[in-house]
């Protein structure tokens, strides 16, 4: 089976860095994704890993390890606009097509 | 580039009437996605079309669900009769080919709430 997990909540300070971490369990992996969705919002997309390592886009960062089935996303110099629930996505191909599954979301809140 | 677009943004119904959403995707998108999203949780795929084809709808609740495509562009989703469970954001999303580069754009969904 495939399985998705993520905090549920986070806290920051606004001005900080804040790492939201996504484990996963999937056959025929294929990518991870990382999208924003503030309350009452679709989706937003962020970031796109195939391959391990980080990958860097202005304050966020996404880094990937295929081997332990992690990834995670680096929030810096936190904005209070941040504030927003965090999806993590893994995309496998477990027969003739490319499958999007999306774990809960973690729900960030940026204090001042 | 103009987005995916949805209608209604939101609609309140009572269990057992009937309800139908539509999308049209961002121009060009062979693939086209229906998702529902439940408070508190991520969004859960109903059903995928590639062009007006059903490439998976294996979580489609089809006693009650049904979605087309048939022109290849824009879908409706229709539920019939509503319960109280499909209460959830219906969100559509579509990217360009399906294929392993592609990352999915979602549309700003569809509110339903029943009563």
């Known amino acids: 089976g495939q399985n998705i997990d993520q905090p549920t909540e986070m806290t920051a300070t606004e001005g900080a860095i804040v790492q939201i971490n996504c484990t996963y369990q999937?056959?025929?992996?294929?990518?991870l994704f990382w999208y924003q969705q503030h309350a009452g919002e679709a989706p937003t997309f962020l970031s796109y890993n195939v391959l391990d390592g980080l990958e860097e886009k202005g304050r966020f960062s996404s880094f990937l390890s295929r081997s332990k089935g992690y990834s995670y996303l680096l929030l810096k110099e936190l904005q209070m606009k941040d504030s927003a629930s965090y999806l993590c996505?893994?995309?496998?191909?477990?027969?003739?097509?490319?499958?999007?599954?999306f774990g809960s979301g973690t729900r960030l809140l940026v204090r001042p | 580039e103009a987005g995916v677009a949805q209608s209604p943004r939101y609609k309140i119904i009572e269990k057992r009437q009937s309800v139908a959403f539509w999308c049209n995707p961002i121009s060009g998108h062979a693939t086209l996605y229906w998702y529902q999203q439940i408070l508190g949780q991520g969004p859960k795929l109903l059903i995928q079309?590639?062009?007006?084809?059903?490439?998976?709808d294996s979580q489609l609740p089809k006693d009650r669900f049904s979605a087309e495509r048939l022109k290849g562009v824009d879908s409706t989703l229709k539920i019939q009769p509503a319960k109280l469970e499909d209460s959830a954001v219906y969100l559509c999303?579509?990217?360009?080919?399906?294929?392993?580069?592609?990352?999915?754009?979602f549309g700003p969904g569809t509110r339903l709430t029943v009563l």
């Open positions: 996505a893994v995309r496998s191909r477990p027969d003739s097509s490319y499958k999007l599954i």
């Open positions: 999937t056959s025929g992996f294929n990518g």
């Open positions: 079309f590639q062009n007006n084809g059903v490439v998976d």
């Open positions: 999303a579509s990217s360009s080919a399906g294929a392993s580069t592609d990352t999915q754009y």
